[in-house]
């Protein structure tokens, strides 16, 4: 039991977990094994009158099961019976009749979570690092150790559904006043806390339900619940992913028959989804992210304590929020009062977002706020040792800026440009230092968008690759480093893929067809409603410039329909008009009007395979070329880059994941036969068709 330390007096036990050699403790077969004997121990000890369960980790009660435990398993009944097993430990925990008390401080989550509710009194404490969830079905899974029985019984259907299918984090505050926890305490005060509790008899109150909540747990409503929750998943998930359905059955199950059989549906579905291709890409994906960071982290050399953004726009508002929340200062620099402002409101309305949710503090926020200094003052920059730029996608804009901040800072200073599509190469023509420029694309919205895709060029140096790797990653984000080129990958990959939606409406299809084909394929919105929401003038900017004589180059022809919609205002969302309406009231619909555009507003139907084929293929087939190109350094990389900067479907593992499951040869003759019907721009890559011919997996 070397992950449990038990110490006893005054009839009080005290087991307190450390993981040894991990900085987190997490689930793991021998630790189930090790806990059931720990049991044994305290049911046999007639000395010990209560129990308190807490944790040697700083910052984590229990993060949750040991993901490589459960990828370690292939025989999805053998998952199946260690669900089981889990289950009748925790419902053992859950009787026993001297009471046991969990002393919560940070990480609760998944499986840490279960062992929490399996207790008999939770107390937490209010640090801005403890975090309660089940974020399973993050993972392609559903919670295996009664998640899906006892947070439905401690809070309410309507809550438990909400963070069963969705994973979200609840914070301390939420947590006591939905009834997830008993009580809530400063940090320092946990364990006199837990103490009093098990030295008292434990009364713990009912939690008040309001009538609402009353008539949703009578079989009427709770099947109303139920119908809807199915109904929404549906819609969402479009077949997609099988765990949402899944724990809604358990719940079902557990509120028509009682907690042993919903503990057992609980086993069962746990089993069956671990055999899922969704939960075993979801898994990798989750892995990937993970090694991701290990691998690219240097906490030992090319850190900054401060950064200067230039630029107070959208992008540079949100680059601020994510640095000055994970600890850096910030020079945020703009022509412009007015547009400090503006920045400083926005950053300050999301922090006042989260002390409504009580996910931070007022007085935390006040203390993040102040790490910004404004200021329209160039020589307040001098001594920047990183500066990040994010002002509008314009060649002579970008280079007027780095020439000044050359004219005025340190020869070592590292400079950034947040540039979504203009190649380093023609940024830094007529940089003095062109080694210290190196590419950040953030992906909007900021403070939302996991991916944070870095653009170097054979000149660029290793300290200043390092130093934009670092602080991506202390900012939060995933990092995939690439290679300069027109679009780098992300936004090449979209164009292609955008640029065939625009085709598929020339040849007749309708806008919803389209979108919705895509969406059904797995990406959360359509190709056409992304132009919306991105702005088609911002398309037609990209169009114009590298990306398209890239295109050309390679014999695609290029249409200038987008450019054609921008000289028409239709812009999308922000001008109301693109290829939906978006009134003021009420929801949005297809705008037929643009159909003059694409031949008429006679339109016929295209099935949704080919719709699928001709756009997903396209965008597949432009993946590998930008591997093949060096543009990406592994394919790995491109996966992480497609799911969690562009939305390719996650339950997929990625682009290149697609093709190795699909198959190379398949995929190949797909684009062989688009290629006869459509021309040029279906060509499959010279290394899909080597791949296909040798056999090869693109991710090993």
């Keep these: 039991m070397a992950d449990f330390k038990v110490t006893k007096k005054d009839g009080i036990a005290t087991i307190l977990m450390n993981q040894i050699g991990s900085e987190v403790n997490t689930l793991s077969v021998a630790m189930l094994a090790d806990f059931s004997a720990l049991l044994d121990d305290i049911e046999n000890d007639n000395d010990i009158k209560a129990v308190i369960l807490t944790s040697a980790k700083d910052h984590c009660f229990i993060a949750g099961a040991d993901i490589k435990d459960l990828i370690s398993i292939e025989d999805s009944k053998e998952v199946e019976q260690l669900s089981r097993d ?15 008390i969990a002393a919560i401080n940070g990480a609760c989550l998944g499986g840490g979570l279960e062992v929490a509710m399996a207790c008999h009194y939770r107390i937490a404490t209010t640090d801005k690092k403890t975090v309660f969830g089940l974020p399973e079905i993050k993972l392609g899974l559903l919670p295996g150790g009664g998640g899906t029985q006892r947070l439905i019984q401690l809070t309410d259907l309507r809550f438990g559904l909400d963070c069963l299918l969705t994973g979200k984090n609840i914070y301390p505050y939420s947590a006591k006043k939905t009834g997830l926890v008993d009580a809530l305490i400063h940090k320092e005060g946990l364990q006199q806390a837990a103490l009093t509790i098990a030295n008292n008899p434990l009364k713990r109150k009912e939690k008040k339900q309001s009538l609402l909540n009353k008539v949703l747990m009578t079989k009427t409503g709770r099947n109303y619940v139920l119908k809807k929750a199915r109904e929404t998943v549906i819609r969402k998930t479009r077949g997609n992913y099988p765990a949402p359905l899944k724990i809604l059955d358990c719940v079902e199950t557990g509120l028509n028959y009682g907690m042993a059989a919903g503990l057992e549906a609980e086993s069962v579905g746990f089993g069956e989804l671990h055999a899922t291709p969704a939960c075993k890409n979801l898994i990798g994906l989750f892995l990937a992210m993970q090694n991701n960071r290990k691998l690219k982290n240097n906490n030992k050399t090319e850190n900054v304590d401060a950064i200067t953004m230039i630029g107070a726009g959208f992008m540079g508002a949100g680059i601020t929020e994510v640095s000055i929340k994970n600890g850096y200062d910030v020079i945020l620099k703009d022509i412009s009062e007015e547009g400090l402002a503006s920045a400083l409101k926005t950053i300050w309305s999301n922090f006042s977002r989260m002390v409504k949710k009580k996910a931070m503090g007022a007085v935390e926020r006040d203390r993040v706020m102040s790490k910004i200094k404004t200021t329209t003052q160039d020589n307040d920059i001098n001594h920047s040792e990183l500066i990040i730029e994010a002002v509008f996608e314009d060649i002579d804009l970008k280079q007027k800026i780095l020439a000044d901040v050359e004219s005025r800072c340190k020869k070592s200073t590292v400079f950034a440009t947040n540039t979504s599509s203009l190649p380093l190469s023609e940024i830094t023509t007529k940089a003095a230092n062109p080694q210290n420029v190196v590419g950040m694309h953030y992906f909007s919205p900021v403070p939302k968008m996991p991916l944070l895709e870095l653009v170097i ?24 480093t690439v290679k300069d080129g027109p679009g780098f990958y992300t936004t090449r990959v979209l164009s292609a893929l955008t640029h065939e939606a625009i085709q598929v409406l020339h040849d007749g ?11 059904n394929w797995g990406f959360p919105v359509g190709p056409l409603a992304l132009m919306d929401e991105v702005g088609i003038d911002i398309a037609a900017h990209i169009a114009r410039g590298a990306l398209g004589d890239l295109f050309t180059e390679r014999g695609i022809e290029q249409d200038n329909t987008v450019q054609k919609l921008t000289d028409a205002k239709l812009y999308g969302r922000k001008s109301g008009k693109g290829f939906y309406v978006y009134p003021k009231k009420g929801r949005k619909a297809v705008n037929k009007d643009i159909y003059r555009f694409f031949g008429g507003e006679e339109r016929k139907t295209i099935t949704q395979k080919e719709i699928q084929n001709r756009i997903g293929l396209v965008f597949i087939n432009e993946c590998i070329l930008c591997l093949q190109e060096g543009i990406l350094f592994s394919a790995k990389d491109g996966n992480l880059a497609a799911i969690l900067g562009l939305g390719f479907p996650p339950f997929t593992g990625g682009p290149f994941s697609f093709v190795d499951a699909k198959g190379a040869d398949h995929i190949l003759n797909t684009l062989k036969d688009l290629e006869k019907l459509h021309g040029l721009r279906f060509k499959a890559a010279d290394l899909l068709i080597k791949y296909a011919k040798e056999g090869h997996l693109f991710v090993n």
Excluded: F
């Design 86 to 100: 889990g289950n009748a430990i925790l419902t053992r925990l859950s009787k026993l009749e001297k009471p046991v």
């Design 457 to 480: 060029t054979d000149k660029t140096s290793k300290k200043a690759r390092q130093m934009a790797t670092n602080v991506g990653i202390k900012q939060g984000k995933t990092v995939i």
């Design 509 to 519: 299809a309708r806008i919803e067809d389209v979108d919705a084909a895509m969406k």
